[in-house]
T-cell receptor, first 113, second 109 residues
Framework: IAGITQAPTSQILAAGRRMTLRCTQDMRHNAMYWYRQDLGLGLRLIHYSNTAGTTGKGEVPDGYSVSRANTDDFPLTLASAVPSQTSVYFC????????????FGPGTRLTVL | GQNIDQPTEMTATEGAIVQINCTYQTSGFNGLFWYQQHAGEAPTFLSYNVLDGLEEKGRFSSFLSRSKGYSYLLLKELQMKDSASYLCAASDSNYQLIWGAGTKLIIKP
């Protein structure tokens, strides 16, 4: 692994189904983030984690949950998907939760029907 | 509230210079980031400014005025590969990034 990876690349999901988007980084970064990107809108922060074992809510957390059991992994779970969660999801990491630049994964394109 | 404004789209000619403006309003301020995002790809870091003034990095430069809540990204000697969206993001008092919607830059030969 080099950098930050996400899986799956894309997914079509029926409404009401549960879905976990995976994110793994090998840079030993402390901070990790989940964003969604919708056409005409900026990246919006869903959840973040400043260090393993801690998580926080971002701007649009409703309907999503995260966990940070270790430094490398930061999965995002949609408990019961709805069509408004159709979006491109980006995972990002940074060395710390302050001044450092964020590195982004390739994204997951999710469609909820 | 917190807000980032940048133009939706700009067009420029190959070899020319273009300036992409960004204004921000945040609760607290810990710096201004610029990212480049090609269509269908992830954003990649271009620059970071926390002090007033101009930071130059090759063909790209970024400027910040904290008193005016204003930044710009200057791209010189434009190349076709510079066709992309350019995202402005301000770091607020909690070090969370507030993102603009991005400026789509179209380069014409």
């Amino acid at each position: 692994i080099a950098g930050i990876t996400q899986a799956p690349t894309s997914q079509i999901l029926a409404a009401g189904r549960r879905m976990t988007l995976r994110c793994t980084q090998d840079m030993r970064h402390n901070a990790m983030y989940w964003y969604r990107q919708d056409l005409g809108l900026g990246l919006r922060l869903i959840h973040y984690s400043n260090t393993a074992g801690t998580t926080g809510k971002g701007e649009v957390p409703d309907g999503y949950s995260v966990s940070r059991a270790n430094t490398d992994d930061f999965p995002l779970t949609l408990a019961s998907a709805v069509p408004s969660q159709t979006s491109v999801y980006f995972c990002a990491s940074s060395a710390s939760g302050t001044y450092n630049e964020q590195f982004f994964g390739p994204g997951t394109r999710l469609t909820v029907l | 509230g917190q807000n980032i404004d940048q133009p939706t789209e700009m067009t420029a000619t190959e070899g020319a210079i273009v300036q992409i403006n960004c204004t921000y309003q945040t609760s607290g301020f810990n710096g201004l980031f610029w990212y480049q995002q090609h269509a269908g790809e992830a954003p990649t870091f271009l620059s970071y400014n926390v002090l007033d003034g101009l930071e130059e990095k090759g063909r790209f430069s970024s400027f910040l005025s904290r008193s005016k809540g204003y930044s710009y990204l200057l791209l010189k000697e434009l190349q076709m590969k510079d066709s992309a969206s350019y995202l402005c993001a301000a770091s607020d008092s909690n070090y969370q990034l507030i993102w603009g919607a991005g400026t789509k830059l179209i380069i014409k030969p």
